[in-house]
């Protein structure tokens, strides 16, 4: 349904307080990067954030690195089938079967399992397992989310299965979200 892309640049702002974020993504026949710079807030902490994330052509994710302004890092690797390890090399068990990220203060986290799994399955739902990370902790998580389409291509529906937070998503023609109820506003 989603085209390849060649150079996109997108941002966002919170709804509720200050902060923004600008991102270029990238797509070659082979891979695709998206860079991006976050300044924002969470939980009362400001942060200021630069990621990269590098995908496969079929936006499984191979790794990302997350850079905060006050020095702190993380980096991982994936073998795009949910097996982890750290920058270093050390394996992490502890997310096997964690095939997507979710960074909390991005709605481009969403991007990446809405491409992947397009078209979605014939009941419209799928429960993903994935590696969550908080700008404030720079703490990888392991996490479970479930996304409904709800109309293919337009809109889909995020879902925390621990938690009561579900957000109905309408995304661009490229899959980036562009309005994150409550959270994130699109302005490019």
């Known amino acids: 349904m989603f085209e390849p892309l060649s150079l996109k ?8 307080g200050e902060g923004l974020e600008h ?3 990238r797509q070659t026949a082979n891979s695709i990067r998206a860079e991006s710079v976050v300044v924002g807030s969470e939980a009362g902490e400001t942060f200021g954030i630069h990621y990269q994330i590098d995908c496969d052509a079929g936006w499984h994710v191979r790794a990302f690195a997350i850079q905060s302004t006050s020095g702190d890092r993380l980096e991982m690797q994936s073998d795009g089938g949910g097996r982890w390890k750290l920058g270093d090399g050390t394996p992490q068990p ?3 079967g964690c095939l997507d990220i979710d960074f909390t203060g991005t709605p481009f986290s969403n991007t990446l399992p809405i ?3 397009d078209p979605a399955p014939a009941d419209g739902n ?8 908080s700008f404030a902790s720079l703490r990888p998580l392991a996490d479970t989310q479930i996304y409904t389409c709800i109309d293919r291509g337009r809109k889909y529906r ?3 299965e621990d938690r009561p937070f579900v957000a109905e998503l309408p995304v661009d023609s490229d899959g980036f979200v562009t309005d994150y109820p409550d959270l994130f506003e699109r302005i490019l």
Request: charged content about 30%; cysteine-free; glycine content about 0%.
């Open 115 to 117: 491409r992947r799994i």
């Open 126 to 133: 799928i429960r993903l397992r994935v590696l969550y990370v």
């Open 158 to 160: 995020y879902q925390a």
């Open 23 to 25: 991102l270029t993504l």
């Open 9 to 16: 640049t997108v941002r966002w702002r919170p709804v509720e």
């Open 94 to 96: 502890q997310f096997d």
